[in-house]
């Protein structure tokens, strides 16, 4: 049994033990959540993996192989499969502004979400190109630091 005690040792928690003790924080974490109208967190899990399930049947590949699932900061998932040999030497060759590049590099590889979905993801969250461009380079082949 753990004993917090205040200032005059008067008990204030008493806890049977550390996964009693992590139910009763996951409990007030989820009220809290509840309270502020937050995305139900199973929901969001089952939509990502309908997704990754979808893209690895239609695509003819796992996820590991020749596909990459990133997660955004909302919870969402970005499946992106392996660019076209094309793409990636154009994308290599490109002189167009580096933003610019990257975007035409990452479209044709993006499996999920659709189109819209992703343009407002990338709106949303910017910094999202920079790792869909690494996750596509590395299906690729590149690797940043050869072990």
Do not use: W
Not at 35 to 61: F, H, K, M, P, S
Request: proline share 5%; hydrophobic share 40%.
């Amino acid at each position: 049994m753990i004993r917090a005690m205040s200032d005059n040792n008067d008990p204030i928690v008493i806890v049977d033990s550390p996964s009693d003790a992590l139910a009763t924080i996951a409990a007030r974490r989820a009220a809290r959540r509840a309270a502020a109208g937050a995305e139900d967190d199973d929901a969001r899990e089952l939509e990502n993996a309908r997704a990754i399930d979808q893209a690895e049947e239609v695509q003819g590949t796992i996820v590991g192989k020749g596909l990459r699932v990133l997660q955004a900061p909302d919870g969402s998932v970005v499946i992106v499969k392996k660019p076209a040999n094309a793409t990636y030497r154009k994308f290599q060759d490109s002189k167009d502004k580096p933003e610019d590049a990257s975007k035409a590099f990452v479209k044709p590889c993006v499996v999920h979400p659709s189109k819209d979905a992703y343009d407002t993801l990338l709106t949303e969250y910017p910094g999202m190109l920079v790792r869909l461009v690494r996750a596509c380079a590395e299906l690729a082949g590149y690797a940043a630091e050869e072990k």
